[in-house]
């Protein structure tokens, strides 16, 4: 070894570079990498693996139960961290790499930062076909890593010892682009990883990436501010790239010089305090009466750090009014062109605070801020009664499972939801105090996400309080990470909603004439249908044996209490809650595009179509 080399594995190599790697935004730092997931495996356990024990002392280590799971841990701690910082995670080859693909979906389609390790194939090709290689017969370079292609937005692999220094220094380039964020991946073949280089102490001093704030075009900010002055009915549409850019205050302070009201996605919701005068709540498909009846009428659509997904557009049916048009400020170009819109390419909170500046003076018609308020303060009365049990000794609905939620948790608790009927009931109801506290993924919807996200969370934000909430379903598809939580000795709170089925989808069933089938989870009844008595599984019983601590409040009244004693506990808590399935939610405000069989001989199903058509008569595109 010279002076100006150091004689280090591929997979040392990597790690020690790793642990100097930095952000920088509004003058402060962060370390980019801020510990590594792992499942040992013979891809990764003598290189990667060797490599995190020779630099235990700085960089942490996580031990999970799936890949998968690995992911949305890191994910989740991503997004508690603006994407400031996020984590590692190293796997085998074969089904442990190929349990990545999910995670890095979710992570690349929510633009959140995650570094993937799988180990791969031997470069040299001396053992061939390897243990769970993939053998194909006219692409030998193909390994199932390949999966993880279209799911990354950056991906190499590592063939040679020297190759991992352009292509580190490009993944650490891309996980800090607040434009061009999502899963990146390394796929690392096992002798690679093992292989001794002399690498150059320059590639492992300290790196600062700073995360830019582009400020607005000045022709398109003027351009703008003179489409804003001249509407009648403005509407802001509030994505998560406020949140990521941490634009709150900005938005804030446009809302109150200007009177506009803001509507929320599922990512942008907590942009403003739910009790802001302009805050109207969820829009879309899922939102609420006043935002979207606000977003049938307004002329003007403002849509910040959104992606304008169908949930938002109610597939092309919520802007209805006739001469509606669309101004986008978005940091990726690609997102701000959507709807044919007006758009300013740059960052949030720059881009808010110089529409602020450029709007001096300009407010709504006091009548348009007396309607939209005059909503929302009718809105909350619906809120009210959802959350309100008549009895507090009955079973409790799902909504009254929020309301006791709502009347326990502390503005700073974190509450993560992903998928089933709970998103839809979230968005339309919850009260969220503060910006972290809404953790919804929507963008990939992905079962599972809660209990290691709540992991993330925790592990960004200690002490944070973290509810998960999760349905029967949900739970079934990924419970395994509570003994990571247990291990990590993490108090995540999980709030487990017991329905006996997919009741989301079941409800989807229902109306587009499906009528319910495959939905349930009974017993096959003797004409095969699923429609006898509920499953016998006791689901917090299983909770229990992989060592959280389990509630089984059975009324409203012993809900709350429950909910209070595992906010307390410095345990991970498990509340179990069968309930009333009643259905107590707010019906749709807006459509959603779910296509309906053209022909069928059932009734529902003709019926289901008759409806579809209905609605997609009211479809416009944007021009």
Same mark, same amino acid.
């Given at each position: 070894m010279s002076a100006s080399t150091c004689r280090l594995t591929t997979a040392q190599a990597l790690v020690r570079f790793l642990t100097a790697q930095y952000t920088e935004r509004d003058g402060r730092q962060h370390r980019l990498i801020a510990?590594?997931?792992?499942?040992?495996?013979?891809?990764?356990?003598?290189?990667?693996?060797?490599?995190?024990?020779?630099?235990?002392?700085?960089?942490?280590?996580?031990?999970?139960?799936?890949?998968?799971?690995?992911?949305?841990?890191?994910?989740?701690?991503?997004?508690?961290?603006?994407?400031?910082?996020?984590?590692?995670?190293?796997?085998?080859?074969?089904?442990?790499?190929?349990?990545?693909?999910?995670?890095?979906?979710?992570?690349?389609?929510?633009?959140?930062?995650?570094?993937?390790?799988?180990?791969?194939?031997f470069a040299t090709r001396t053992a061939d076909p390897l243990l769970q290689q993939l053998e194909h017969p006219v692409e030998a370079d193909v390994s199932v890593n390949d999966t993880l292609r279209p799911v990354s937005r950056y991906f190499d692999r590592i063939t040679r010892p020297e190759a991992l220094i352009p292509s580190a220094l490009q993944a650490m380039r891309v996980l800090t682009d607040p434009a061009e964020t999502g899963a990146v991946t390394l796929a690392l073949p096992q002798d690679v990883q093992a292989e001794a280089y002399d690498w150059p102490e320059e590639f492992f001093a300290e790196r600062v990436w700073r995360v830019r704030r582009p400020a607005p075009d000045p022709a398109e900010l003027a351009e703008a501010a003179r489409a804003i002055r001249a509407a009648a009915r403005p509407l802001i549409v509030a994505g998560g790239g406020i949140h990521h850019s941490e634009a709150e205050r900005a938005l804030r302070d446009l809302v109150e010089a200007t009177g506009i009201p803001v509507a929320s996605t599922q990512a942008g919701k907590g942009s403003l305090r739910h009790d802001h005068p302009a805050d109207l709540g969820g829009v879309g498909h899922t939102g609420t009466a006043v935002s979207d009846d606000i977003a049938r009428t307004a002329d003007l659509v403002i849509g910040v750090g959104t992606r304008y997904t169908d949930f938002t557009t109610a597939s092309g049916t919520?802007?209805?009014?006739?001469?509606?048009?669309?101004?986008?400020?978005?940091?990726?170009?690609?997102?701000?062109?959507?709807?044919?819109?007006?758009?300013?390419?740059?960052?949030?909170?720059?881009?808010?605070?110089?529409?602020t500046q450029a709007l001096a003076g300009h407010r709504v018609d006091a009548a348009y801020e007396g309607e939209y308020r005059a909503g929302k303060e009718r809105w909350e009365q619906v809120v009210e009664a959802a959350y309100r049990a008549a009895d507090e000794n009955a079973v409790p609905t799902q909504t009254q499972v929020l309301g006791a939620l709502d009347a326990v948790v502390g503005d700073e608790d974190v509450v993560i939801n992903a998928a089933g009927s709970l998103p839809g009931d979230l968005h339309k109801l919850w009260r969220a105090r503060s910006p972290r506290q809404y953790h919804l993924e929507y963008g990939y919807s992905c079962m599972g996400y809660e209990i290691p996200a709540g992991i993330g969370v925790q592990q960004a934000a200690p002490g944070t309080v973290v509810w998960s909430l999760v349905g029967d379903g949900t739970y079934l598809m990924m419970p395994t990470e509570i003994v990571t939580a247990v291990q990590e000795g993490l108090p995540v709170n999980l709030v487990l909603i017991q329905n006996h089925g997919?009741?989301?989808?079941?409800?989807?069933?229902?109306?587009?004439?499906?009528?319910?089938?495959?939905?349930?989870?009974? $017993? !096959?009844?003797?004409?095969?249908?699923?429609?006898?008595? %509920?499953? @016998?599984?006791?689901?917090? *019983?299983? +909770?229990?044996?992989?060592?959280?601590?389990?509630?089984?409040?059975?009324?409203?009244?012993?809900?709350?209490?429950?909910?209070?004693?595992?906010?307390?506990? $410095? !345990?991970?808590?498990?509340?179990?809650?069968?309930?009333? %399935?009643? @259905?107590?939610?707010?019906? *749709?405000? +807006?459509?959603?595009d779910v296509p309906v069989a053209q022909v069928a001989s059932r009734r529902a199903a003709v019926d289901a179509r008759e409806r579809y058509e209905r609605h997609v008569a009211e479809r416009r595109r944007h021009l």
């Open positions: 510990g590594t997931w792992g499942i040992f495996g013979h891809g990764n356990v003598a290189g990667v693996g060797q490599a995190l024990l020779e630099y235990g002392d700085v960089m942490p280590y996580h031990q999970g139960r799936n890949e998968q799971a690995m992911v949305h841990a890191a994910v989740g701690y991503a997004r508690q961290c603006n994407r400031l910082s996020t984590q590692a995670v190293t796997t085998s080859i074969g089904p442990g790499a190929t349990n990545l693909v999910t995670g890095a979906a979710l992570a690349t389609i929510n633009r959140l930062p995650v570094l993937l390790l799988p180990g791969d194939y919520l802007f209805l009014n006739p001469d509606v048009r669309f101004v986008n400020l978005n940091i990726a170009a690609s997102d701000a062109h959507k709807l044919a819109a007006r758009t300013l390419v740059c960052d949030a909170q720059a881009g808010l605070t110089a529409l997919y009741a989301s989808i079941g409800g989807l069933s229902q109306e587009t004439g499906g009528e319910r089938f495959g939905t349930a989870y009974r $017993h !096959r009844a003797a004409d095969g249908t699923f429609t006898g008595a %509920p499953l @016998p599984v006791d689901l917090a *019983a299983n +909770a229990g044996s992989l060592g959280m601590e389990v509630l089984r409040p059975k009324t409203v009244r012993e809900l709350r209490e429950a909910l209070a004693a595992a906010r307390a506990s $410095h !345990r991970p808590t498990c509340v179990y809650v069968e309930t009333d %399935p009643a @259905p107590t939610a707010p019906p *749709a405000e +807006a459509w959603w």
